[in-house]
């Protein structure tokens, strides 16, 4: 569980070993950037709520930075989470931004966060 409110990880990500898909955080790797925001800290479930914004689009970014601070995403087996709670990851985009690609107008796309997701955060 995350308790500290707030914070920048600032890690270069890597492909791990040989593998295609692992990644990890290695100074020989890419700038990856990554803030949090905690929401909510579920004490007696040693989980916390935690919104993400990327400056950089890594892959697994989110995955391999969570699991740098020592708190993976539940469900998540690859990068040291559990599947006690979930059978997938609980990783949400509840909002993604970016500039259209021809008219440079912003798009915005909003997701409601799924049944088995609440359930985790309101039992």
């Given at each position: ?8 990880i600032a890690a270069k ?31 007696e479930l040693n989980m ?76």
């Amino acid at each position: 569980m995350i308790t500290e409110k707030h914070g920048t990880i600032a890690a270069k990500i890597a492909r791990k070993g040989d593998s295609i898909i692992e990644r990890m955080v290695d100074d020989t790797g890419q700038d990856a950037v990554t803030h949090y925001f905690v929401r909510a800290v579920i004490a007696e479930l040693n989980m916390s709520d935690v919104s993400l914004s990327l400056e950089t689009g890594r892959t697994h970014q989110i995955r391999v930075h969570m699991q740098f601070l020592g708190h993976p995403l539940i469900g998540d087996t690859l990068y040291g989470g559990t599947t006690e709670r979930i059978d997938r990851q609980a990783l949400h985009s509840e909002t993604l931004v970016f500039p259209h690609p021809m008219t440079d107008e912003q798009m915005t796309f909003s997701a409601p966060l799924p049944d088995d997701m609440k359930s985790l955060l309101f039992k």
